[in-house]
Structures are given as structure tokens and as C-alpha cells.
């Protein structure tokens, strides 16, 4: 899956960089400041996570683990819960969305946890002995 994080995490970061374009030229003037306030808060954590599946990949390629999986997993569940309610929020105006908006958090707060546990259980395996240019 490590190959897999990484390009979801470009696919999503690249996503985040055209819903932050779009929000800033777009939407200027076509939706209240309150609303536009709601939707860059979407693509700044849309971007923060997508940076994350970006390590996951990385991590999971250097010290397989489950629970990096499931970090992913739940980075990419809290993208579409917490960015995508955030954005409809934002471009419909239906404040009801603003109740669902709470799980993606909780999928990204899961996510770091388990990355946590993922990344403690890796720094305590041995490292491995580097033979380029000679070490030993």
C-alpha cells in the first residue's frame, strides 16, 4: 500500500492545491466572508493530510506496519468527511453540514494516533547497518 498512499496523497494534495485556487478566485464576492472563512479552512486541512498520506507512504515503504494502513485509511476519510462537508458548507450555505464536520475531525485526530503507535513500534526495531560507501 505504500505505493498506494503516495499517489493518493498527490492525487488529494493536488485536488487541495485547484479547491484553494478556485476558493480564492472563484468564489470572491460569490459567497459570504464567513463562508469563504469555512472553505480555505477545508483546503488548508484537505492540504495538511494530504501531506500526511504523502509520510504514511514513505513510512509504510521503509517500516511495514498495519497501522499505517490504517493511518492512511482514516487520513483519507477525514479528507472527504471533514474538507468535503466543509466545502458544501461553504458553496450551498446549508449549516446542517457543520454537524457531520466533527467525524472527518475525529478520522484525522484516529489517523495521527495510529500513526503514533505505527511510528513507535518502528523507531524501536533495529536499525539496520548502512554498507554504502563502506560503513559497517
Not at 492512511?72 to 468535503?84: E, K
Amino acid at each position: 500500500m505504500a505505493k498506494n498512499w503516495m499517489v493518493i496523497g498527490c492525487i488529494l494534495a493536488g485536488l487541495g492545491v485547484a479547491a484553494g485556487a478556485f476558493g480564492t478566485h472563484a468564489l470572491q464576492g460569490a459567497v459570504p466572508d464567513d463562508l469563504l472563512v469555512v472553505y480555505a479552512t477545508a483546503a488548508r486541512y484537505q492540504m495538511i493530510h494530504a501531506a500526511a498520506l504523502l509520510f504514511v507512504g514513505l513510512a509504510d515503504g521503509r517500516w511495514p506496519d498495519h497501522r499505517w494502513d490504517i493511518a492512511g485509511w482514516l487520513f483519507t476519510s477525514g479528507i472527504i468527511v471533514f474538507s468535503g462537508s466543509l466545502y458544501l458548507l461553504a458553496l450551498t450555505g446549508s449549516r446542517w453540514l457543520g454537524a457531520i464536520t466533527p467525524i472527518g475531525g475525529a478520522c484525522f485526530l484516529a489517523g495521527w494516533v495510529v500513526a503514533a503507535l505505527a511510528a513507535n513500534r518502528t523507531a524501536t526495531m533495529p536499525d539496520e547497518v548502512d554498507t554504502r560507501d563502506g560503513a559497517a
